[in-house]
Nanobody, 126 residues
Framework: QVQLVESGGGLVQAGGSLRLSCAAS????????VGWFRQAPGKEREFVAV????????NYADSVKGRFAISRDNAKNTVYLQMNSLKPDDTAVYFC???????????????????WGQGTLVTVSS
Protein backbone atom coordinates (compact mmCIF):
# COMPACT_ATOMS: atom_id res chain seq x y z
CA GLN A 1 0.00 0.00 0.00
CA VAL A 2 1.12 3.52 -0.77
CA GLN A 3 0.19 6.51 1.37
CA LEU A 4 0.56 9.98 -0.10
CA VAL A 5 0.46 13.26 1.79
CA GLU A 6 0.45 16.64 0.08
CA SER A 7 1.61 19.87 1.69
CA GLY A 8 2.59 23.39 0.75
CA GLY A 9 -0.75 24.85 -0.26
CA GLY A 10 -1.93 28.24 0.89
CA LEU A 11 -3.04 31.71 -0.12
CA VAL A 12 -0.90 33.65 -2.57
CA GLN A 13 -1.37 36.74 -4.70
CA ALA A 14 -1.51 36.52 -8.47
CA GLY A 15 2.00 36.39 -9.88
CA GLY A 16 3.36 34.67 -6.80
CA SER A 17 4.83 31.22 -6.30
CA LEU A 18 4.23 28.13 -4.21
CA ARG A 19 5.93 24.76 -3.97
CA LEU A 20 3.80 21.74 -3.25
CA SER A 21 5.23 18.53 -1.86
CA CYS A 22 3.92 14.98 -2.07
CA ALA A 23 5.48 12.65 0.47
CA ALA A 24 5.07 8.89 0.18
CA SER A 25 5.15 6.20 2.82
CA UNK A 26 4.40 2.51 2.87
CA UNK A 27 5.59 1.13 -0.46
CA UNK A 28 6.69 4.67 -1.34
CA UNK A 29 5.54 5.43 -4.87
CA UNK A 30 5.38 1.77 -5.85
CA UNK A 31 8.20 2.32 -8.29
CA UNK A 32 5.91 4.25 -10.57
CA UNK A 33 5.08 7.63 -11.98
CA VAL A 34 3.57 10.41 -9.91
CA GLY A 35 1.05 12.90 -11.17
CA TRP A 36 -0.45 16.12 -9.90
CA PHE A 37 -4.12 16.85 -10.51
CA ARG A 38 -6.31 19.70 -9.37
CA GLN A 39 -9.98 20.26 -8.78
CA ALA A 40 -11.60 23.67 -8.67
CA PRO A 41 -15.03 24.19 -7.09
CA GLY A 42 -17.75 22.83 -9.34
CA LYS A 43 -15.28 21.41 -11.84
CA GLU A 44 -13.90 17.99 -12.60
CA ARG A 45 -10.47 16.92 -11.43
CA GLU A 46 -7.96 17.72 -14.15
CA PHE A 47 -4.43 16.69 -14.99
CA VAL A 48 -1.63 19.13 -14.18
CA ALA A 49 1.72 17.35 -14.46
CA VAL A 50 3.37 13.94 -14.28
CA UNK A 51 6.88 12.64 -13.73
CA UNK A 52 8.28 9.20 -14.42
CA UNK A 53 10.01 7.06 -11.81
CA UNK A 54 13.46 8.09 -13.00
CA UNK A 55 12.43 11.70 -13.36
CA UNK A 56 13.55 11.67 -16.95
CA UNK A 57 10.10 12.11 -18.46
CA UNK A 58 7.69 14.87 -17.54
CA ASN A 59 4.48 16.13 -19.09
CA TYR A 60 2.32 19.14 -18.34
CA ALA A 61 -1.13 20.41 -19.07
CA ASP A 62 -1.06 23.23 -21.62
CA SER A 63 -2.51 25.60 -19.03
CA VAL A 64 0.58 25.31 -16.79
CA LYS A 65 3.42 24.80 -19.28
CA GLY A 66 6.21 27.25 -18.69
CA ARG A 67 4.91 28.15 -15.23
CA PHE A 68 4.92 24.88 -13.27
CA ALA A 69 7.76 22.40 -12.83
CA ILE A 70 7.51 18.88 -11.44
CA SER A 71 10.49 17.13 -9.88
CA ARG A 72 11.19 14.22 -7.57
CA ASP A 73 13.71 13.09 -5.00
CA ASN A 74 13.38 9.32 -4.68
CA ALA A 75 15.83 9.25 -1.78
CA LYS A 76 13.36 11.40 0.16
CA ASN A 77 10.28 9.69 -1.30
CA THR A 78 8.99 13.10 -2.28
CA VAL A 79 7.67 14.71 -5.45
CA TYR A 80 7.47 18.48 -5.83
CA LEU A 81 5.39 20.86 -7.90
CA GLN A 82 6.94 24.30 -8.22
CA MET A 83 4.25 26.76 -9.27
CA ASN A 84 5.29 30.18 -10.54
CA SER A 85 3.37 33.09 -12.05
CA LEU A 86 0.22 31.88 -10.38
CA LYS A 87 -3.14 33.04 -11.67
CA PRO A 88 -6.57 33.12 -10.02
CA ASP A 89 -7.58 30.30 -12.39
CA ASP A 90 -5.00 28.09 -10.65
CA THR A 91 -7.13 28.14 -7.50
CA ALA A 92 -8.03 24.54 -6.67
CA VAL A 93 -7.38 21.61 -4.41
CA TYR A 94 -4.20 19.94 -5.66
CA PHE A 95 -3.82 16.18 -5.40
CA CYS A 96 -0.86 13.94 -6.04
CA UNK A 97 -1.39 10.43 -7.34
CA UNK A 98 0.83 7.45 -8.06
CA UNK A 99 0.73 4.24 -10.02
CA UNK A 100 3.26 1.92 -11.63
CA UNK A 101 1.19 1.40 -14.80
CA UNK A 102 1.35 4.98 -16.04
CA UNK A 103 2.49 5.41 -19.64
CA UNK A 104 2.37 7.95 -22.45
CA UNK A 105 -1.22 6.94 -23.27
CA UNK A 106 -2.81 7.27 -19.86
CA UNK A 107 -0.80 9.71 -17.76
CA UNK A 108 -3.49 12.42 -18.09
CA UNK A 109 -6.32 10.07 -17.03
CA UNK A 110 -7.15 10.30 -13.33
CA UNK A 111 -8.67 6.81 -13.45
CA UNK A 112 -5.25 5.34 -14.26
CA UNK A 113 -3.89 6.19 -10.81
CA UNK A 114 -4.54 3.83 -7.90
CA UNK A 115 -3.10 5.88 -5.05
CA TRP A 116 -4.15 9.40 -4.07
CA GLY A 117 -3.38 11.91 -1.38
CA GLN A 118 -5.98 13.94 0.46
CA GLY A 119 -5.20 17.18 -1.36
CA THR A 120 -3.90 20.61 -0.45
CA LEU A 121 -5.75 23.85 -1.17
CA VAL A 122 -4.15 26.54 -3.29
CA THR A 123 -5.90 29.90 -3.42
CA VAL A 124 -4.66 32.63 -5.74
CA SER A 125 -6.08 36.08 -5.13
CA SER A 126 -6.32 38.73 -7.84
Amino acid sequence: QVQLVESGGGLVQAGGSLRLSCAASGRTFGGGSVGWFRQAPGKEREFVAVISWSGGITNYADSVKGRFAISRDNAKNTVYLQMNSLKPDDTAVYFCAADNSINLFNYFNRNAYAYWGQGTLVTVSS
